[in-house]
């Protein structure tokens, strides 16, 4: 390489890496604005946190066993979903992979890629072959993000059954059945045929290369056969395993709003103020609102989300604050530490050996 070139090159990765600061900076200041606005100028307008602390201090300690109870019942159901789709994982790795994963989301900036690309590395350190954990990871990863499109249309059904509809609810829960719709089209399109899975795969590796030439990056080395083989691996799996899978997905998202209807009820807020149905339908579309990566974890995205759809639907705000604080809290504070020590010792929890089929 002549000096000219050398400098070039310098320049260009310079370049780039001032943007990706750029970036990084706007957004990590926009998600501080958020968190700020929202817990430091419009929760306190809502309900003064002197009124929030009292109602919090007038729990029972029969309201804090069912809390606590419900929060480990949630962390529970963290583990069975890659359980279905990692044969040979058992629920205590599952366990402490899903734990650090998700903390990871909570503190990483870049939360989600973090988090899927700690699952991988624990479970190939473990001895986990490359292929059935990328196929893992994918699998629960689209069941996931199927099931926060699919809540909020329920949503809307049942709130629609109970006689209680709500404009902006109706055009949220509108917009995640049409992605959700062109997902599940897509996914079912992909696994359908070969051929359809290797024109895709060609199709996604061209537009990758496009992309990575723009930054002056090699491209990419995978094609159409690389999708042919997952679709044979994923409709393998599914055939076997598709029900345990979407019933641990759904036990997972559904002890979540468990978590939040139970702190709702301890709190003070009856169903006269707020029902289980209208609780489902708040929780189910500010999570779809929440997975936008503003700030990790939707910290104050849904903390404001929930209390405002809550208090519109009837709950005493100081009340309502409160129900949101402890949801939040018990929802993201038990893993985020858990999370942190079992990515802190993760290699203590080796399995002693692995089935056949993990290590093909």
């Known amino acids: 390489?002549?000096?000219?070139?050398?400098?070039?090159?310098?320049?260009?990765?310079?370049?780039?890496?001032?943007?990706?600061?750029?970036?990084?900076?706007v957004g990590g200041g926009v998600g501080i604005a958020v968190v700020v606005?929202?817990?430091?100028?419009?929760?306190?307008?809502?309900?003064?946190?002197?009124?929030?602390?009292?109602?919090?201090?007038?729990l029972s300690w029969a309201d804090i066993g069912l809390l606590a109870g419900v929060t480990a019942l949630n962390l529970a159901t963290f583990?069975?979903?890659?359980?279905?789709?990692?044969?040979?994982?058992r629920?205590?790795?599952?366990?402490?992979?899903t734990q650090a994963s998700t903390a990871s989301t909570y503190i990483a900036p870049a939360g989600v890629a973090v988090g899927m690309a700690l699952s991988f590395g624990m479970l190939r350190g473990w001895g986990f072959a490359a292929a059935p954990v990328s196929l893992a990871a994918a699998v629960t990863g689209?069941?996931?993000q199927l099931a926060m499109l699919a809540f909020p249309t329920v949503g809307l059904a049942l709130l629609a059954a109970s006689g209680t509809p709500h404009a902006a609810l109706d055009t949220i829960a509108f917009v995640g059945l049409a992605i959700f719709a062109v997902v599940v089209a897509g996914f079912?399109?992909?696994?359908?045929?070969?051929?359809?899975a290797r024109r895709v795969?060609?199709?996604?590796a061209r537009v990758a290369s496009w992309g990575l030439r723009l930054v002056r990056r090699k491209p990419v080395t995978w094609g159409g056969e690389a999708f042919v083989r997952f679709r044979n691996r994923t409709n393998s799996l599914l055939r076997r395993r598709w029900h345990v899978l979407t019933l641990a997905t759904l036990a997972g998202h559904l002890t979540v709003y468990l978590v939040l209807l139970v702190a709702l009820r301890v709190v003070g807020v009856s169903g006269d103020e707020v029902s289980a149905v209208e609780a489902f339908a708040a929780w189910s579309l500010v999570r779809l609102l929440g997975s936008i990566p503003i700030t990790p974890g939707g910290l104050g995205v849904v903390e404001l989300g929930l209390t405002a759809t809550l208090v519109g639907f009837?709950?005493?705000?100081a009340e309502v604050v409160a129900a949101v604080l402890v949801y939040r809290v018990l929802t993201m504070v038990p893993t985020l530490l858990i999370g942190l020590l079992a990515g802190a010792t993760w290699k203590r929890h080796r399995p002693g050996s692995l089935p056949t089929a993990a290590a093909d």
């Open 314 to 317: 009837g709950g005493n705000q």
């Open 201 to 204: 795969g060609d199709l996604a």
């Open 37 to 58: 606005a929202t817990f430091v100028f419009i929760l306190p307008r809502i309900a003064d946190y002197r009124d929030v602390w009292d109602v919090v201090k007038g």
């Open 1 to 25: 390489m002549t000096a000219d070139a050398a400098d070039k090159a310098g320049e260009a990765t310079t370049g780039r890496r001032r943007r990706f600061s750029k970036r990084h900076v």
């Open 79 to 89: 583990a069975p979903p890659w359980m279905a789709a990692l044969p040979g994982l």
């Open 142 to 144: 689209v069941w996931n």
């Open 188 to 196: 079912a399109a992909g696994l359908s045929t070969a051929t359809l």
């Open 91 to 97: 629920f205590r790795q599952a366990f402490v992979v």
